[in-house]
């Protein structure tokens, strides 16, 4: 927001305050208590994993859920939110916001655990990106500033859920070539493709649209490093991962070998 004077006021709504500290505590009970006992319920092979398995296990149980949530709220904001499409740079924000507070109480969640985890699941990557995102969506949710582009990455988790169950499957113990494997993996480079890779015209010519106009400069140095500079960074590292994903796909469907459905028995596949 502006003051008479121009000057950019830095302002938390207690809105987004709360449903930041609801969605940290959240993803908490998700981990502890909700992840344990739906996993035991639903899937045997869960109770026979080792700790550091089981950690994982539980963090990926969170990061899907929070993906498919954001995820969608993302479809729903790019399709119907008319005032963040007409002014991608300085629209209303106040859906974005919400989402936005979502994501940020999940990643500090997921910074704690990684601390607290370190050994079994931390990774430093994941701490910077974690940090990045949060730097980046300071931005968003004191100023409000560039709410389409904040959102349209955020489109981005929905390829996650296939990621995740990418994992389940190698740590239950299902062959690369099974069915449910094979199924998933075609799942994840297609839908990765078309969030991560096939929208990448769309938004930087949203960008080059907005670069140099009045709005794009009312944006503060600050919130230019962390939209620009980032934005190419990470999708340099999509086509690259975009890249190996499909090498391993296709080596997959060409490798010899029937494509079996795998049983589970004593987390393993038979």
């Not at 305050?17 to 502890?32: D, E, N, P, R």
């Not at 500033?145 to 990418?166: D, G, H, I, K």
């Not at 998933?184 to 949203?206: E, L, Q």
């Amino acid at each position: 927001m502006f003051t008479k004077q121009g000057v950019v006021m830095e302002t938390f709504s207690p809105l987004v305050l709360c449903i930041a500290a609801a969605s940290f505590v959240t993803f908490q009970c998700l981990y502890y208590f909700v992840s344990p006992w739906i996993s035991a319920l639903f899937c045997p092979g869960y109770s026979r994993l080792g700790p550091r398995h089981t950690i994982e296990w539980n963090s990926r149980t969170v990061s899907t859920v929070h993906a498919m949530i954001v995820g969608l709220f993302c479809i729903y904001i790019l399709l119907f939110d008319d005032a963040v499409n007409e002014d991608p740079v300085w629209g209303n924000p106040s859906l974005v916001k919400k989402n936005v507070a979502i994501t940020c109480g999940y990643l500090l969640s997921d910074m704690l655990l990684l601390c607290f985890y370190w050994r079994a699941i931390g990774d430093k990557f994941f701490v910077i990106h974690h940090l990045a995102a949060l730097y980046a969506y300071y931005y968003v949710l004191s100023i409000g500033m560039l709410p389409y582009f904040a959102n349209f990455r955020l489109v981005a988790e929905l390829s996650t859920p296939c990621v995740n169950q990418r994992w389940f499957f190698e740590v239950l113990g299902y062959p690369k070539k099974s069915f449910p494997n094979m199924a998933n993996g075609i799942a994840m480079t297609t839908s990765f493709f078309m969030v991560r890779i096939a929208v990448m015209p769309m938004y930087y010519s949203r960008m080059y649209a907005v670069y140099g106009t009045e709005p794009f400069y009312r944006v503060t140095f600050g919130g230019r490093c962390a939209w620009i500079g980032p934005s190419f960074c990470l999708d340099i590292m999509n086509v690259m991962w975009m890249h190996k994903m499909a090498r391993g796909c296709i080596r997959v469907l060409r490798s010899p070998g029937n494509v079996k459905v795998g049983t589970v028995q004593n987390g393993k596949v038979h």
